[in-house]
Each structure stands twice: as structure tokens, then as C-alpha cells.
């Protein structure tokens, strides 16, 4: 039993070295389609937070989904928060609103935030990217 408890902590350790290399962080995209669902937050995340916000306000930056690096669970307090994502290897950047939590240590954004940030399409190529973000006014 504790060689397995030990080879998941390895496990555990590889996917978040993984994850958030020398502070960058694995971005990935999901089309939420934020404009299509008319900004309609059911089924997010922050959607018991979020969802009595103005339409201005659930539409005035592109969404994403912040997944903790330490991959403990989102807090709440996080939900309408904005941060700006920068693409390592382009430096362009977008500023999103945490609409959404995930699981895999990173950041998923929103199909066009994370389009925004791919001038040279290795993201799209190779289905993520590396990113830093930083939290910012909204």
C-alpha cells in the first residue's frame, strides 16, 4: 500500500512539473462560446456567483477557466476576477474573466482568447501553450 501512495505523490509531482514549468503555465482552449449562449453562465463554475451580473458585465472580456496551480479547488472569491494571459513564446497578451474552474493545473481560455494569443499558431499546433498571467484589474 504505501508503494502506491508513493507512486502517486511521483505522479502527482511529474504532472504539475509538467503543468507549470520555471513559472509558465500549460494553456490550453475550450470553445465556450460565450457570445453564442448570450454570456449565459449555467453550467460554469461561477454561475451561482456570476450569473445576476449585468450582460455588460459577462460580456466585457472573453472567458476562461483557472485551474489552481497546486491543484487545489478554486475558491469562489476568484469568480469575475480578470487576469492577463501573456503567450511566451509570441509576448501577446488578452485579459480574460475566471468564469470557470478546472483540474489540470493550468489555464483553458476561451477558444478566441486563446486564438488572440496565437499569431504564430504553434498553440493551435501542438494543442497548447505555455503561458504566465498575472491578476489585473477589470
Known amino acids: 500500500m504505501a508503494s502506491k501512495v508513493v507512486r502517486w505523490i511521483a505522479i502527482c509531482f511529474l ?21 453564442g449562449r448570450n454570456y449565459d453562465l449555467d453550467g460554469l463554475f461561477c454561475a451561482t456567483i456570476d450569473s445576476n451580473q449585468t450582460l455588460e458585465f459577462r460580456s466585457e472580456y472573453l472567458w476562461t477557466a483557472y485551474c489552481d496551480q497546486a491543484g487545489q479547488p478554486m475558491e469562489l472569491s476568484l469568480c469575475g476576477t480578470c487576469i492577463q494571459v501573456t503567450n511566451d513564446s509570441t509576448d501577446q497578451n488578452v485579459i480574460v474573466r ?41
Open 15 to 35: 504532472v504539475a512539473s509538467i503543468l507549470c514549468v520555471n513559472g509558465e503555465t500549460l494553456t490550453t482552449s475550450t470553445p465556450y462560446d460565450s457570445a
Open 98 to 138: 475566471i468564469v470557470d474552474e478546472c483540474h489540470n493545473g493550468g489555464l483553458v481560455l476561451e477558444t478566441d482568447a486563446f486564438n488572440a494569443i496565437d499569431k504564430d499558431g504553434k498553440g493551435k499546433h501542438d494543442g497548447h501553450m505555455l503561458t504566465t498571467y498575472k491578476f489585473v484589474g477589470c
